[in-house]
C-alpha cells in the first residue's frame, strides 16, 4: 500500500469513521471505473470479440444487469454524486473484487484493434484491494477489504485483539454460542448486526450467571463471583458492582428488551462502548473460572 508523507510524517490517520461520504464515494466510483475500462472485470464478466474466438475486454452492461440483481439498492450507472448508504457501497465493493482480474494482453487482433485478454485473478484481486484500502486509510474510516475481498470494519485495537484471540468453553453449548455469534458480528460492517451482538453478549451475561450450582439465580451468580475473585477482596466487590451495573444497563437500554420506554442505542460508539465493556468483564469471569477467555 502507497504510504504518504503525512503517513510516515505524524502517523496514520486514526480509523474512527462508520460512514462513506460524498468525497469517499467519488473517489471510489473513479476506481471502480478505471477498472471497468481496463477491463478488469472482464474475469467475470468478458466481453468476446467478434470473431468469437476470445475475449477482449469487459461487458460493461453485463457487469452492470448483474450488480443490480445482487446488490438491488444500486443504480446503475453508478453516479459520483449519488452515495448509497455505507452498507449498500461496502456490498458493492465485494461485488467488484469478486469480479475483479489483472488483463494479460494476448494475441494482438490488428483488425479490430485490440488484443485478447486473458485475467490473473490473484494480481487483479490483490490490486483493487490495495487501491480500496488505501482510499479507507487515507479518509480515517473503520473499514477494509480482506484478502478474499470480503468488507469488514476495524474495532480498536486492545478490543480487536480480545475479540480475535478470546475462545468459549462454558460447558454450556448455547452459552458458546451467543458468544462466539457476538464475537463475530461486532466486526461486522452493518449497524444491526453490531447492535445485534450486543443483545446477545447480554443474553450470554445472563446465562452466565446460572452455571455454577446454587439455590437460584441469585446465589448461583455469587458463586461465579466468588470463584472469580476471592471473597471480601476489593476485586471481588468490584466485579459485583460491576455486574450490578451491566444488569442496569441491559434492562435500562433497548439490548435485552423492547419496552417503548427503552432507550437506544444511536451511534457506534456507544454500542462498542457497552460491548467492549460488556465483553472485558465477562471474558475475565471466563478465565478466572476456567471456562476460556
Not at 470463584?227 to 460491576?242: D, F, I, M, N, T
Request: proline share 5%.
Amino acid at each position: 500500500m502507497t504510504s504518504y508523507f503525512t503517513d510516515r510524517e505524524y502517523g496514520e490517520r486514526p480509523r474512527t469513521g462508520d460512514a462513506i461520504d460524498e468525497r469517499l464515494w467519488a473517489a471510489l466510483v473513479s476506481v471502480i471505473v478505471t477498472r471497468l475500462r481496463d477491463g478488469s472485470f472482464g474475469y467475470r464478466f468478458p466481453e468476446q470479440c467478434p470473431d468469437g474466438n476470445a475475449a477482449c475486454g469487459c461487458d460493461d452492461q453485463a457487469f452492470g444487469r448483474v450488480l443490480v440483481g445482487e446488490v438491488p439498492w444500486t443504480e446503475w450507472p453508478l453516479s459520483a454524486e449519488r452515495v448509497p448508504d455505507t452498507p449498500v457501497i461496502l456490498d458493492i465493493l465485494e461485488f467488484c473484487a469478486a469480479s475483479v482480474g489483472q488483463p494479460v494482453e494476448g494475441a494482438d487482433h490488428p483488425f479490430y484493434r485490440h488484443h485478447h485478454l486473458s485475467w490473473n485473478r490473484e494480481a487483479g484481486l490483490q490490486r483493487f484491494l490495495d487501491e480500496i484500502n488505501l482510499l479507507f486509510a487515507r479518509n480515517g474510516v473503520a473499514f477494509e477489504l480482506t484478502s478474499t475481498g470480503q468488507a469488514r470494519r476495524l474495532l480498536s485495537q486492545p478490543l480487536a485483539e480480545a475479540v480475535a484471540w478470546t475462545s468459549f468453553s462454558t460447558g454450556e453449548p448455547e452459552t458458546d454460542r451467543l458468544l462466539e455469534s457476538a464475537r463475530l458480528r461486532i466486526t461486522s460492517p452493518k449497524p444491526e448486526d453490531r447492535q445485534d451482538a450486543v443483545e446477545k453478549l447480554w443474553d450470554a451475561f445472563e446465562r452466565l450467571k446460572t452455571l455454577e450450582p446454587g439455590r437460584d439465580k441469585k446465589a448461583q451468580a455469587e458463586a461465579l463471583l466468588n470463584r472469580a475473585a476471592p471473597p471480601g477482596s476489593k476485586l471481588r466487590q468490584v466485579l459485583g458492582e460491576e455486574a450490578m451495573a451491566l444488569t442496569l444497563i441491559g434492562n435500562t437500554f433497548r439490548i435485552r428488551h423492547s419496552e417503548t420506554d427503552r432507550e437506544l442505542l444511536t451511534a457506534t460508539e456507544q454500542v462498542d462502548y457497552l460491548f467492549a465493556r460488556m465483553f472485558a468483564f465477562i471474558r475475565i469471569v471466563l478465565k478466572a473460572t476456567g471456562r476460556g477467555g
